[in-house]
């Protein structure tokens, strides 16, 4: 079996979260607030939805979403926002746009907005990462099946979704070592094009696992 040039260390993550004071009340609040925030709450609320609702799958996406959907009842806003990728524009910026454009427009078309007491009303966080890697290395396709199979979900998160958000590794941490290190650029591409939208962190470390098995398949005939 072909051994890589340099092992793959899964890391996992843990999420130390900062509230902020910065809440919303209702829809208009909401708006306003997304104009302000920093930057790194826009991330924890769209992209760190997958690390903190990991456990499931949910049809929301994003904490606004979710946050329209059950405490305003707004089904119409929260599919409107439930629609948006975080992974398919290229700046956080970008990202921040989008969503107060769609809030913006929702409210054009509504008279009266509803106001929430405060314990349900959006309160905005921001987190850091703490990285703390997990088991042993893999030095060959086999041994990456088996430290993948097991990790914590949060390695997962660390390498498939973080990668590509905030360290500029399109396809992630797993497909860059398949490419660069075991000389696998065919499995390389189809673990970069696993979309991680709409979907758990244990359902994309399924998916993966499937390609891998393929390969290990194909490897061995």
């Not at 979704?161 to 070592?177: I, K, L």
């Amino acid at each position: 079996m072909r051994a890589a040039t340099h092992p793959f260390v899964f890391t996992g993550c843990v999420e130390l979260r900062q509230t902020l004071d910065v809440h919303a009340l209702d829809e208009r609040e909401l708006l306003d607030r997304l104009r302000e925030v920093p930057l790194d709450s826009i991330f924890f609320h769209t992209h760190g939805y997958f690390l903190h609702h990991r456990a499931f799958t949910t049809a929301w996406g994003n904490d606004f979403a979710r946050w329209a959907a059950v405490e305003v009842r707004d089904q119409v806003l929260a599919e409107r926002l439930a629609v948006v990728d975080p992974f398919a524009v290229e700046t956080l910026d970008d990202l921040r746009e989008e969503l107060a454009t769609i809030v913006d427009q929702h409210l054009r078309g509504l008279g009266a907005v509803v106001r929430l007491p405060f314990a349900r009303g959006f309160h905005f966080q921001q987190s850091r990462l703490v990285e703390v890697p997990l088991g042993p290395r893999a030095t060959n396709l086999r041994e990456f099946r088996d430290g993948l199979a097991a990790v914590d979900a949060s390695a997962i998160y660390l390498h498939m979704v973080h990668a590509r958000a905030r360290r500029g590794r399109a396809a992630g941490d797993f497909a860059e070592w398949l490419r660069t290190s075991l000389g696998q650029p065919a499995l390389a591409e189809q673990f970069g094009r696993i979309d991680t939208y709409l979907t758990s962190l244990e359902r994309v470390r399924g998916r993966l696992l499937d390609l891998v098995d393929r390969a290990l398949e194909e490897e061995a005939e």
